[in-house]
């Protein structure tokens, strides 16, 4: 029994697409059913595959329908958190999805799912990601500070919905624990946040983490041991459609 992981599949069955690199990058091209085969190979019926945002571009959930009976149809138990383009999830409709879609998918939301000894915990997240003012160097020199505080109280918010994950979790008795996020921990600008403070503060083993899309976009944020923790980026495109094992 493994553990892995996975965002941003992007998924449009049903929906039109208009995202340029997803439209004309080499690596999207037929990337559901590279996806596919590469999970068939790798995830078997008794692990369990989290999908960590962005799963549709459906602005709702009858433009979703076939991107989710694609995500049943992959092996393994599958976990779903909430990525800033599904637009078909709302947080305070969670329970909904749940009655719908289980027990073939679990939309993990305020609440944690558990594997062995560990509690799976996780929310969106946020991240300030500009605009940004750059000079001739490429070198940032400034950035809209508005939208900065506005960014700052949607942080604030995913924080406490991570805390009240951990808090459950940690209330039935969980001591060990993977940390899930959609957005990275952190931006471009900061190498701490509310986000691995947190992580710190509860032990969490690993950070996963998707939404860094194209080559220029991949190091934005933590790789590898900070702190501590383990940090993992696993937007598909990172990952050439190959799920990351996170546990054995």
Same mark, same amino acid.
């Given at each position: ?8 599949l @992007? *998924?449009?069955?049903?929906?039109? *697409? ?5 439209? @004309? ?5 037929n990337? +559901? ?11 078997? +019926?008794?692990?369990t595959?989290?999908?960590?945002g962005?799963h ?7 433009e979703?329908g ?10 393994? !138990?599958?976990?779903l958190?909430?990525g ?9 409709? =969670?329970?909904? *999805?749940?009655e ?5 998918? =679990? /939309?993990l ?20 990601e ?5 000079d001739?160097?490429? !070198? ?13 109280k ?8 991570? &805390? ?5 979790? !940690? ?8 940390? /899930? ?9 900061e190498? !701490?946040?509310?986000?691995t ?5 509860y032990?969490?083993e ?11 976009? /991949?190091?934005d ?5 900070? &702190?501590? &923790?383990?940090y @993992? ?9 190959k ?5 054995d």
């Amino acid at each position: 029994m493994s553990l892995y992981a996975i965002g941003d599949l @992007h *998924l449009h069955y049903q929906s039109v *697409l208009k995202a340029p690199g997803q439209l @004309h990058g080499r690596v999207w091209k037929n990337h +559901e059913e590279k996806f596919k085969k590469n999970c068939a190979k790798l995830v078997t +019926e008794v692990d369990t595959l989290v999908l960590a945002g962005d799963h549709s571009w459906g602005k709702n959930l009858p433009e979703c329908g076939q991107d989710l009976l694609y995500i049943c149809g992959l092996p393994g !138990r599958k976990i779903l958190t909430r990525g800033n383009h599904d637009m078909f999830w709302d947080a305070k409709k =969670t329970k909904k *999805l749940n009655e719908l879609y289980q027990p073939h998918l =679990t /939309f993990l939301q305020d609440s944690y799912e558990s594997y062995r000894d560990y509690a799976l915990v996780g929310t969106k997240g946020y991240t300030f990601e500009g605009p940004f003012y750059i000079d001739r160097r490429g !070198r940032i020199v400034g950035w809209d500070e508005e939208a900065e505080d506005h960014a700052k109280k949607l942080v604030d918010r995913e924080l406490q919905r991570l &805390r009240k994950s951990f808090e459950l979790a !940690r209330a039935d008795g969980y001591r060990k624990y993977i940390m /899930f996020l959609h957005y990275p921990p952190t931006s471009i600008l900061e190498e !701490r946040s509310g986000f691995t403070d947190m992580a710190e503060e509860y032990g969490a083993e690993q950070v996963i983490y998707a939404h860094c899309h194209g080559e220029s976009r /991949f190091y934005d944020s933590i790789h590898g041991d900070f &702190r501590g &923790r383990t940090y @993992h980026l696993v937007s598909g495109d990172y990952l050439r459609w190959k799920p990351l094992k996170v546990l054995d």
